[in-house]
């Protein structure tokens, strides 16, 4: 019982061998359950409505362009009355054939850069596009190092625990050696 | 008069709380037990005055004093008493009031619980501990003093007060500020355990084995708060949205960041003893970041650079922030050869590293935030343009970033300690891995594209099949070896490693909200239409008819309001009255929305304009799939926290009383 009771404690993952034969079965079980939870949530996606290709645009759009009398909302989502003509307004210009970057375009020339809720890459603004991965990168090389000198000094550690105790150990097995040796 | 009354204590308060740290000190340092009884009396009597000033500005907010500047601005005759009340946290000024307050009681319960018992360690650290909270304290009341005192008198008094703002006269505006401000409180309790531990060259593991408690319910607040802010957000803010990346919103976020990587990264300290400087750096981070958001958006400055001069709020926010990111990293210099840890690692594939990789992760995505939040101003300042940084940036950044996360919170907690066997490995990892494979083959069958989406539904899949197989065989295994039923060896599980199986739980909590953010943000479906009364809308499955429109007079404002049938398949579902409210202080008027929330589907109309003849309406609908996932999610992370952090006598006692009902 108490050698039982120690190896639980020990490892709760380390069961003895019967689960080892459930497990793909098991898997598949489980993902489908998974998947069966999912499904109601992803199914609506693909339904339609009048003109879905449109007001999907338009909604895209619009999700990159600030109400500029809001605090912090976009246009799609801002329930004010000038993002809703904002909205409007991007959706006669989706109809005329207009880009998003021309949309886009036009809305910085008639409110400036603050218009657009996602800085444009270039210029200063680059810093803030990639400040975030310079840092994960200097941040993941530094995890490295210190991770390897971890493990480098444990390495050294171990075979120097006791220089004494090393040296007797080599000079018995010297002495040991010798009689045989010669 | 209160006026007076109510300076006047708050004064006295500062004086009482920095005696009560200059005595905590000295007494220490000369070793006088009865300075540092004394002491403990102070923070004790400080709590007390600092309660009576809440009682006075709450009296004057119950009582309509509008000779008090602050009850002017955040309540009206007309309001509800409950809102009177939460007026104190209305604004500016009583929020202080109110921070300071839970300080105040924080120093107190510290004080009450570890003066006279406790880890034998505490005795050395306690007066300092003690001198940082009413430091700490000391600074709230400074600022209420001279920046931003709740007190001030106005004259010639108005008949009747400004108000607060209608969107906060809501039920849920007497929770969420509380969450958070517990939260962020809460924090400082490590911290001063964390500064203590320096000063007094105690820097072992002592100081993070006592505050373990503290730091994680800290943590719930702040995790509580974040999540009630969203719902509160998704059902009253009328947008359909519960996240915004705004400023106030990331100044929470931030320091929930580091405060997660300091929960993890104590348990390499607590087993190891590696990590001692870089804990250290986490919890004064998260403390700063708590300081550093509240001046972000209390200052005014994210208005524009130029407002920052105006009060001086801000002044003194950067003030104390810099003053508390020098002492703490001053103390780590000083104590530099103190906290020099024996790091050593058997190999780079171990717990370890996922812990580090999970702390790069965590910090990186605060930085971000950070950056986002601040570039602007930096924008502003240098090139002068006013730029934006909004949704878009922060989710094209941080998406990947919590992709890796969500990896490694498949990893971390199975992962074997110092080197994982290639043995480990299989055994752990290997049917979770399957399993998430085969879900991702059956959607991509399905016909999800997207490269995000699938990559969060397979690593969603791999976390929670690591958990489950974790909670499986841990339950077979001790229902087989101690020969327990099933139900009773899962509790026991449960309870014999409440930290672990906690642990686990919250990680459930998190995919579960994770899998609701992914899915709403992804398949939300949204139309905009004008409709004249009797026309419907189709919107996906469902259909939406304009019966007509109304209006009311309600208590505090006039609403109006549209008569919406909704349909599913054809069938008839809900009647929805989407509206507007209309306050006799407000210019616009505020979204009334309305919806049919169900457990994977939430319903959600708004009226965005309508005629005043009625004779047309325009509606949003959004269909958010899934939405209620992240509310079931936080209540499931509330769960884990709840296992790990009660008392054990208190559960030993539910389970014998269990036992006994069975028997």
């Known amino acids: 019982m108490g050698s039982q009771q120690a190896a639980w404690a020990g490892s709760p993952a380390g069961a003895p061998g019967r689960r080892h034969g459930r497990g793909p079965g098991f898997a598949l079980v489980w993902a489908l359950v998974w998947i069966g939870l999912v499904i109601p949530g992803v199914a609506p996606a693909a339904s339609g409505s009048p003109n879905p290709d449109l007001e999907d645009q338009v909604r895209e759009i619009a999700s990159g362009l600030r109400c500029v009398v809001c605090q912090n909302l976009s246009v799609a989502d801002s329930p004010s009355d000038l993002a809703k003509e904002m909205r409007n307004l991007v959706r006669e210009l989706v109809r005329q054939g207009k880009s998003r970057e021309e949309i886009q375009a036009y809305f910085v020339s008639r409110y400036g850069e603050f218009v657009l809720l996602s800085p444009p890459k270039r210029g200063f603004n680059l810093l803030v596009w990639g400040l975030p991965f310079l840092a994960i990168l200097l941040g993941a090389w530094g995890v490295y190092l210190v991770a390897r000198r971890w493990t480098e000094q444990r390495e050294e550690a171990e075979p120097a625990v006791d220089p004494a105790y090393a040296e007797r150990v080599r000079r018995e097995l010297q002495e040991r050696e010798r009689p045989s040796g010669s | 008069m209160i006026s007076t009354l109510g300076g006047f204590v708050l004064f006295l308060a500062l004086g009482v709380t920095l005696y009560a740290a200059a005595a905590a000190v000295l007494g220490a340092r000369a070793g006088r037990e009865d300075w540092l009884a004394s002491s403990r009396n102070a923070v004790l009597a400080h709590f007390c005055l600092v309660t009576l000033a809440i009682f006075l500005l709450e009296y004057a907010l119950i009582t309509s004093d509008f000779s008090l500047r602050y009850v002017a601005n955040t309540s009206t005759r007309g309001s509800l008493t409950r809102y009177?009340?939460?007026?104190?946290?209305?604004?500016?000024?009583?929020?202080?009031?109110?921070?300071?307050?839970?300080?105040?009681?924080?120093?107190?319960?510290?004080?009450?619980?570890?003066?006279?018992?406790?880890?034998?360690?505490?005795?050395?650290?306690?007066?300092?501990?003690?001198?940082?909270?009413?430091?700490?304290?000391?600074?709230?009341?400074?600022?209420?003093?001279?920046?931003?005192?709740?007190?001030?008198?106005?004259?010639?008094?108005?008949?009747?007060?400004?108000?607060?703002?209608?969107?906060?006269?809501?039920?849920?505006?007497?929770?969420?500020?509380?969450?958070?401000?517990?939260?962020?409180?809460?924090?400082?309790?490590?911290?001063?355990?964390?500064?203590?531990?320096?000063?007094?060259?105690?820097?072992?593991?002592?100081?993070?084995?006592?505050?373990?408690?503290?730091?994680?319910?800290?943590?719930?607040?702040?995790?509580?708060?974040?999540?009630?802010?969203?719902?509160?957000?998704y059902r009253t803010l009328g947008w359909g949205g519960y996240w915004a990346w705004d400023p106030v919103e990331n100044a929470s976020f931030m320091p929930w960041l580091t405060g997660t990587a300091f929960i993890h990264s104590v348990m390499i300290q607590e087993r190891k003893r590696m990590l001692r400087v870089w804990n250290l750096v986490l919890i004064t981070l998260t403390f700063s970041l708590v300081i550093f958001g509240t001046f972000l958006t209390r200052s005014g400055i994210l208005g524009s650079v130029h407002a920052f001069a105006d009060g001086p709020v801000g002044v003194m926010f950067l003030a104390f922030l810099s003053l508390v990111l020098f002492f703490s990293f001053g103390l780590v210099a000083y104590r530099s050869d103190a906290l020099k840890g024996h790091g050593e690692l058997d190999s780079i594939v171990s717990r370890e590293s996922a812990f580090l990789l999970n702390n790069l992760v965590l910090v990186g995505i605060c930085f971000t935030v950070f950056l986002g939040t601040i570039f602007p101003l930096l924008a502003e300042a240098i090139r002068g343009t006013k730029i934006s940084v909004g949704t878009p940036y922060f989710n094209r950044v941080s998406v990947p970033l919590g992709l890796a996360l969500l990896l490694l919170m498949g990893i971390g907690p199975l992962i074997a300690w110092g080197r994982a066997s290639l043995n480990n490995l299989r055994r752990n990892f290997l049917k979770p891995s399957l399993a998430a494979l085969a879900g991702g083959a059956i959607l991509v069958a399905l016909g999800v594209r997207q490269a995000e989406i699938l990559a969060a539904f397979v690593f969603c899949l791999f976390v929670i099949g690591t958990i489950v197989f974790e909670f499986l065989v841990g339950t077979r295994t001790r229902a087989k070896t101690m020969g327990e039923g099933l139900l009773t060896a899962f509790a026991t599980l449960l309870l014999k490693s409440r930290r672990r199986y906690g642990g686990l739980i919250v990680h459930l909590g998190v995919v579960v909200a994770i899998v609701g953010i992914a899915v709403s943000s992804v398949y939300k479906v949204e139309r905009e239409q004008t409709l004249k009364p009797?026309?419907?809308?189709?919107?996906?499955?469902?259909?939406?008819?304009?019966?007509?429109?109304?209006?009311?007079?309600?208590?505090?404002?006039?609403?109006?309001?549209?008569?919406?049938?909704?349909?599913?398949?054809?069938?008839?579902?809900?009647?929805?009255?989407?509206?507007?409210?209309?306050?006799?202080?407000?210019?616009?008027?505020?979204?009334?929305?309305?919806?049919?929330?169900?457990?994977?589907?939430?319903?959600?109309?708004?009226?965005?304009?309508?005629?005043?003849?009625?004779?047309?309406?325009?509606?949003?609908?959004?269909?958010?799939?899934?939405?209620?996932?992240?509310?079931?999610?936080?209540?499931v992370i509330l769960l884990g926290v709840i296992v790990a952090v009660l008392p054990e006598r208190r559960l030993a006692l539910l389970a014998m009383r269990a036992k006994a009902q069975v028997a």
């Open chain 2, 84 to 233: 009177k009340i939460a007026g104190l946290w209305g604004s500016l000024e009583g929020s202080i009031l109110l921070w300071e307050w839970l300080q105040a009681l924080f120093a107190a319960l510290v004080v009450a619980r570890y003066s006279d018992r406790g880890p034998s360690g505490c005795r050395h650290l306690l007066p300092y501990v003690q001198a940082v909270l009413q430091g700490i304290s000391a600074f709230f009341l400074l600022l209420m003093t001279f920046g931003a005192n709740p007190f001030a008198p106005l004259f010639p008094v108005p008949p009747d007060g400004r108000g607060l703002n209608p969107l906060l006269e809501v039920t849920d505006m007497l929770i969420h500020p509380l969450l958070l401000y517990l939260g962020y409180v809460g924090f400082s309790v490590p911290f001063a355990f964390a500064m203590a531990a320096l000063v007094t060259g105690r820097v072992s593991e002592e100081w993070l084995t006592i505050t373990r408690r503290w730091t994680v319910v800290a943590w719930l607040f702040l995790t509580g708060g974040i999540f009630y802010g969203g719902w509160w957000s």
């Open chain 2, 534 to 635: 009797g026309e419907s809308m189709q919107v996906g499955p469902y259909s939406v008819r304009f019966d007509g429109m109304a209006a009311g007079e309600r208590p505090t404002h006039i609403l109006v309001w549209a008569n919406l049938m909704a349909f599913k398949d054809g069938k008839p579902l809900h009647t929805l009255t989407p509206g507007q409210r209309y306050y006799p202080n407000q210019q616009s008027p505020f979204a009334s929305v309305d919806a049919r929330y169900h457990w994977n589907e939430d319903l959600y109309v708004i009226l965005s304009a309508f005629e005043r003849d009625g004779s047309s309406a325009t509606f949003k609908v959004l269909i958010n799939p899934m939405i209620s996932w992240i509310w079931i999610g936080g209540g």
